[in-house]
């Protein structure tokens, strides 16, 4: 079955300083037209930082679109076209102050298929050393240490909402596992 | 430590079909003013269908915002005010055909916390039976049942990268585990 959807025009509606959004004019399988509206965005990365005891290094941040503070692993976008796995070493240290000699990749996701081209980027960093401090200005965040296993439980009671730190989380708990 | 951010104006940008596009004028902790680019989205559901021998009702659909066809758990939008467990139940019969006389609620998470509104409904359907089979008119789907074991292997290689699917169907396991 062939499900390509052909554009067939675009029309941009924002550029702004994180996101952009257009609406494509699609042909759809059957013939018909449909539009699809798209948000673009730079996409970003996710860390699960563990010290020696499995405890992950985990910040709380408030998050304007849903006016509540989260529970969340470091995390960031990629500034243009930067490397993954570079960004997700400097926002692990910007958020938490803590450097990694090891740093290995948990993939990749697409957090909201349905309207967004968002890509994050996940990684698992063992074996931390504290490196220097600066976080972002403008950024107003604490860390906290909890170990894997409870943000595990955390995450199946509800207690923790944010989409990439649950993908984070889990599969970090699975990964170690192998 | 106090994180909130009062908002000081609101600019509308985009009212779409699905999506609604605005930038809020904060100001910070610090005292410092920001914006934040925010989409609204009505939301959704995800389910995990789940026949006798734990396999499970996935879709392939072709995602605009990727440009790829991607292995997805049935899933929609909420219509206006909805219930998210009827969205669920309709959903599943209309992608999948199947009914479901066990419908959990699985949790529900913020898919893309950064510049998204959006909350999803995750739920686990088991003790199927045939429903009436009638999918969305320009809805283009397969539908595909495999193993539950088999899925969180797909997430953990990297072939599942839908966010929803990854953490419905590591939420499920776990789940079924307890």
Not at 146 to 152: K, S
Request: some cysteine.
């Amino acid at each position: 079955m062939d499900f390509y959807e052909k554009t067939i025009a675009t029309k941009e509606i924002f550029d702004g300083k994180i996101i952009k959004v257009r609406v494509d004019t699609v042909e759809l399988p059957n013939g018909n037209t449909s539009t699809r509206e798209i948000v673009s965005h730079p996409g970003g990365v996710g860390v699960v930082a563990l010290d020696e005891n499995n405890n992950v290094y985990m910040v709380r941040q408030f998050r304007k679109p849903l006016d509540k503070v989260l529970l969340e692993v470091p995390a960031g976008k990629l500034d243009g076209g930067e490397d993954p796995r570079i960004c997700g070493i400097r926002e692990l240290e910007e958020e938490t102050g803590m450097c990694a000699r090891s740093f290995e990749p948990l993939g990749e996701f697409y957090p909201s298929v349905g309207f967004s081209a968002e890509t994050l980027y996940l990684y698992i960093a063992r074996d931390l050393y504290p490196g220097k401090v600066h976080p972002d200005e403008d950024e107003f965040l604490e860390v906290e240490k909890i170990p894997l296993d409870t943000l595990v439980e955390m995450v199946m009671d509800g207690r923790i909402k944010d989409g990439k730190t649950i993908v984070a989380i889990l599969k970090a708990k699975l990964y170690l596992e192998k």
